[in-house]
């Protein structure tokens, strides 16, 4: 049975095609491919990923690695200089237990605090490196001291990862591409310099996974590219054909040329970066925008046609899917035969 | 037990004190008070509402009002322009059968479509009137169409409504309080030079309230004023020590001056307007802001002052409070004695 509307929709065609696309893409460049699952928080779809050669899972949290082992994830990396207190460092510690897991450190402090804290777990670290992005991670000359003191502390290093955010702006996919190969090159230099080696080197963004420069790394954690969303339509990293996921709502109201549907920034999210076009687009309409957006109203325009009768129902596209898919705690799936249902499971596991 | 950062925790002093505030305000003032529950979600908050004098709640889905139904609340309006298909109508009908039940018509065709559905059904119906948000809504002059449509469909018409949801914007809650004064006096001159009454005349916003024209309303719906946030603090309709509401975070990383916290979109949302200084604000750093915003990390910048030390907690504001909220299943809630948790059991009821 269909849902009442604002329900979120994933058409499994287009995910599957989007899932092989990236997997043949990854081994043709020789790159491990290890998607980030905060995008779909969903066992069902990391299921999907791992079957079709995916190394393992990303991961934001504890939480969410939680989540994944305990749907039998075996292979974990928390992409996040966790700060570790001593609540914290059980659940890493008895997670150790159960799969293969690394997490991220960035600074000294954090290295020797893990290793204080770990001492005699299996885990591996890698140091974030900053590439550009200027939001965690340290320079790229400085990765060693970070990889020294891990080292010092007992910890084992598995090796530097980045995550190229900057990539998220127009025309930005290829030059942030080369930054990230010229910061990960530099910091496994430094790294090789002191006398360590990285056997892991992992970056990758959806904006700027075609132009990974792959003689530069050894993985990509892309997380968007299972569903897109109309950030990455309109940075031109994904076609509308190739949208997996949208928000189904209905016609509620209607004024002076604009209308109104019933979903707003509690299913779409609010994310709107300055270069977005509006709050969202509409996949039929593509010349339509969603200029306002509150909690259940999402405010649609559309020149010089009229809006579209009251009780039609719409398909948005949320701006930013990751968000989104945070929102609910189901996503009906459209394959060939009736709806399906995949439980986000990791929905809320922030930490 | 303290739980893992990030998590959100309400000050029960503040947030009572929030309550007794309003309503003693609304009394005075000679307005029902009746809170819009779609900022807190949480049936225990909703009866501390109705303890101090509420008439009933405001929500803004079905979903919501059948969630408040099952916690006993007895009298919920929907102040939203429902568009009822045969499915949404069986819900309304059955929730009917349970509760005072009204909602929001703002079309000739929504009164039509709700009142062949819902024959017989004991709910009433309020027009939403246009008040200057330009979202939903009829303008004041067309009320008595759709207020016509209504009663001819079979429908208890039982008076208007607005949301002023323009008060959010610096300077804009006097005049927007005098829009909808003027738009919901308007609107009821013209009911009743068409036969018809208002017996329910409903407005209020947080950031219009203080400035409400209380001779023009029977009523008001504000929903943020029990916890405030950091786009009340900024417009100056709360002061910090009133805000009841805070995400606690780990400081995880640092440099260059700036610090990164765990708590990003994923659990503050991404509100933030043209007008905000920022993506949130720090309770007990007033002059640092949240400069930028992940999923799982605010990046905080403060002049002239080093950041605090890896490991600190520190109280992050939300930008908008009902976002933060929808985000999460539990508040936790200091008062006295231990930490109390409350459930946010409405969360997600989108539909």
């Not at 929709?9 to 599957?16: A, E, I």
């Not at 905060?38 to 990303?58: F, I, M, N």
Request: charged residues 20%; negative net charge; glycine residues 10%.
């Amino acid at each position: 049975m269909t849902p009442g509307t604002p329900f979120l929709c994933v058409d499994l065609q287009r995910l599957l095609a989007n899932l092989d696309r990236t997997a043949a893409w990854s081994a043709e460049h020789g790159l491990a491919l290890r998607p980030h699952a905060k995008t779909h928080k969903s066992p069902a779809l990391g299921r999907l990923q791992l079957e079709r050669g995916a190394v393992g899972l990303t991961v934001a949290t504890v939480g969410e690695a939680e989540l994944f082992a305990d749907h039998g994830v075996t292979d974990v990396f928390i992409a996040y200089p966790l700060w570790l207190d001593a609540a914290r460092a059980t659940r890493v510690a008895r997670l150790a237990d159960r799969v293969r897991l690394t997490f991220g450190v960035d600074s000294i402090e954090s290295a020797q605090q893990s290793g204080r804290l770990l001492r005699g777990v299996p885990v591996g670290v890698l140091v974030e490196v900053d590439s550009g992005q200027h939001r965690t991670g340290v320079a790229p000359h400085e990765v060693h001291r970070v990889a020294g003191a891990a080292l010092d502390a007992g910890l084992s290093l598995d090796g530097i990862f980045t995550f190229p955010g900057h990539s998220y702006g127009p025309g930005a996919g290829g030059p942030v591409a080369a930054d990230e190969a010229r910061a990960l090159g530099h910091a496994a230099s430094t790294l090789a310099l002191a006398g360590h080696r990285a056997l892991v080197v992992s970056g990758g963004s959806t904006p700027s996974l075609a132009a990974t420069h792959s003689e530069a790394l050894t993985e990509v954690r892309p997380g968007v590219y299972v569903f897109g969303d109309a950030q990455q339509w309109e940075l031109g990293t994904c076609s509308p054909e190739e949208i997996a996921l949208t928000c189904c709502a209905t016609v509620v109201s209607r004024s002076g040329g604009r209308f109104v549907v019933d979903a707003g920034s509690k299913i779409l999210g609010a994310d709107r970066p300055a270069w977005a076009s509006g709050f969202g687009r509409l996949l039929d309409l593509p010349d339509a925008r969603v200029v306002h957006l509150s909690e259940h109203h999402a405010v649609v325009e559309r020149s010089g046609t009229p809006p579209p009768p009251l009780g039609d129902r719409v398909r948005l596209v949320p701006n930013h899917v990751c968000s989104a898919v945070n929102l609910v705690d189901t996503l009906y799936v459209q394959g060939d035969a009736d709806l399906e249902t995949w439980q986000v499971a990791a929905r809320g596991r922030n930490s």
